[in-house]
C-alpha cells in the first residue's frame, strides 16, 4: 500500500472555526490532490499540488485553502468551516505521468454542527 | 468539458453471477481510464486501468476494454464473490487530474 496517512481520522467542530487536514506521503511523489465525497456526487477535486509551493484549484475550491511546504506534507484549511463542507475528505498521490494512478488515503470524516 | 457517467445504483447480485457496470465518457483526445473500488470505511483502491483504446485493463477477475468508438470502459465480472461488494467508481485523467462518475454501488448476496 502506498505510504499515505491523513489525520485526524475524525472530526466534529462548530460552524465558524477553522478547521486544517493534514496528509503525509511517505512516497516522495510529486502530485498530491485533495478531494470530498458527497453522497451523489462521488469525489469531486478541491485543490492539488504539483510541487513544493505549487498548487492550484479544482472544481470545488471556494472555502478551502491549501499550502504544501515540503515535499511529505499538503494540509487543506477551512478558514470559517460551514455546515455545507460536512463531508468525507480524501488525499490522493501520484508520480510523474498522468497515465500513473492515484493513490488514496483512508479519508477523514468531518462533522460540522 | 470532460466527464464521466455511470449507471445508477445499487446494483443487486447473487453470488456467482456475473457483473456488468457501465461506464461511458466525455472528453477530447484519449485519456487514460481507469476503475476504483472503494470498501467501507477505506478510501479508494485502484482496480484496473486503460491508457489507450482497445487496451484492456484487468485484476481480480474484473476486466473492462478501452473503447473509443463508443467512448465506453464498462467493468465485468464472469463470478461475482461476497467479497465483491463494495462501490466502484470509473475514472478519467485529463491534465494530471482525475475525473469521476458519481459511483454505483454493488451488493452481492450469498
Known amino acids: 500500500d502506498a505510504g499515505i496517512t491523513q489525520s485526524p481520522r475524525h472530526k466534529v467542530t462548530e460552524t465558524g472555526t477553522p478547521v486544517t487536514l493534514r496528509c503525509h506521503q511517505t512516497?516522495?511523489?510529486?502530485?498530491m490532490y485533495w478531494y470530498r465525497q458527497d453522497p451523489g456526487h462521488g469525489l469531486r477535486l478541491i485543490h492539488y499540488?504539483?510541487?513544493?509551493?505549487?498548487?492550484d484549484k479544482g472544481e470545488v475550491s471556494d472555502g478551502y485553502s491549501v499550502s504544501r511546504s515540503k515535499t511529505e506534507d499538503f494540509l487543506l484549511t477551512l478558514e470559517s468551516a460551514t455546515s455545507s463542507q460536512t463531508s468525507v475528505y480524501f488525499c490522493a498521490i501520484s508520480a510523474e505521468d498522468s497515465n500513473q494512478p492515484q493513490h488514496f488515503g483512508d479519508g477523514t470524516r468531518l462533522s460540522i454542527l | 468539458g470532460d466527464s464521466v457517467t455511470q449507471m445508477e445504483g445499487p446494483v443487486t447480485l447473487s453470488e456467482e453471477a456475473f457483473l456488468t457496470i457501465n461506464c461511458t465518457y466525455t472528453a477530447t483526445g484519449y485519456p487514460s481510464l481507469f476503475w476504483y473500488v472503494q470498501y467501507p470505511g477505506e478510501g479508494l483502491q485502484l482496480l484496473l486501468k486503460?491508457?489507450?483504446?482497445?487496451d484492456k485493463g484487468s485484476n481480480k477477475g474484473f476486466e473492462a476494454t478501452y473503447r473509443k468508438e463508443t467512448t465506453s470502459f464498462h467493468l465485468e465480472k464472469g463470478s461475482v464473490q461476497v467479497s465483491d461488494s463494495a462501490v466502484y467508481f470509473c475514472?478519467?485523467?485529463?491534465?494530471?487530474?482525475?475525473?469521476f462518475g458519481t459511483g454505483t454501488r454493488l451488493q452481492v448476496f450469498p
Open positions: 475514472a478519467l485523467s485529463r491534465s494530471d487530474k482525475l475525473i
Open positions: 499540488s504539483y510541487g513544493v509551493k505549487d498548487t
Open positions: 486503460a491508457t489507450k483504446a482497445d
Open positions: 512516497e516522495n511523489h510529486r502530485y
